[in-house]
């Protein structure tokens, strides 16, 4: 199986399965794939990370045999830091702004409310909410 992040002519972002590539291609040529959100069918597959579920599974990647765990959270959390804008309490007023045009696209991190939230939702913007854990020094 593979899993691949897909989008439609809006930027609506969303995931669908498929055996593999070629029923991908398939699909999408006989218009059966459409975005959940505004139904189109004009869709493409977004860059991401693919899933791959074989029946075998794989090594780890030799680079990072014997980080433990604490040290993957600092590498990651030292990632979003140097990547990511910290826009505060008015992530949803960005990210909404960058949805629509209104500001450059870029990496933003910052704090919403439920209702911004769901707002957010309602409007098709594309986030992901990541915990972040603060490690001791």
Same mark, same amino acid.
Request: proline share 10%; with cysteine.
């Given at each position: 199986m593979i899993i691949y992040d897909l989008t439609c002519?809006?930027?609506?972002i969303f995931e669908c399965w498929f055996n593999d590539h070629k029923s991908f291609e398939e699909q999408r040529e006989k218009n059966l794939?459409?975005?959940?959100v505004c139904g189109s069918s004009s869709i !493409?597959? &977004?860059?991401?990370?693919?899933?791959?579920?074989?029946?075998?599974?794989?090594k780890l990647n030799e680079n990072f045999k014997g980080?433990?765990?604490a040290e993957t959270l600092r590498m990651f959390n030292e990632y979003i830091d140097k990547t990511f804008e910290d826009v505060g309490n008015k992530? !949803?007023? &960005?990210?909404?702004?960058i949805?629509?045009?209104?500001?450059d696209s870029r990496n933003i991190k910052g704090t919403v409310t439920k209702t911004e939230e769901d707002t957010l939702r309602e409007e098709g913007v594309p986030f992901?909410?990541?915990p972040i854990p603060k490690l001791d020094s």
């Open positions: 002519e809006k930027n609506h794939i459409a975005c959940p !493409a597959i &977004v860059p991401s990370s693919i899933t791959v579920m074989g029946k075998e599974p794989k980080i433990s765990p992530f !949803a007023e &960005v990210a909404l702004k949805h629509i045009g209104e500001e992901i909410k990541i």
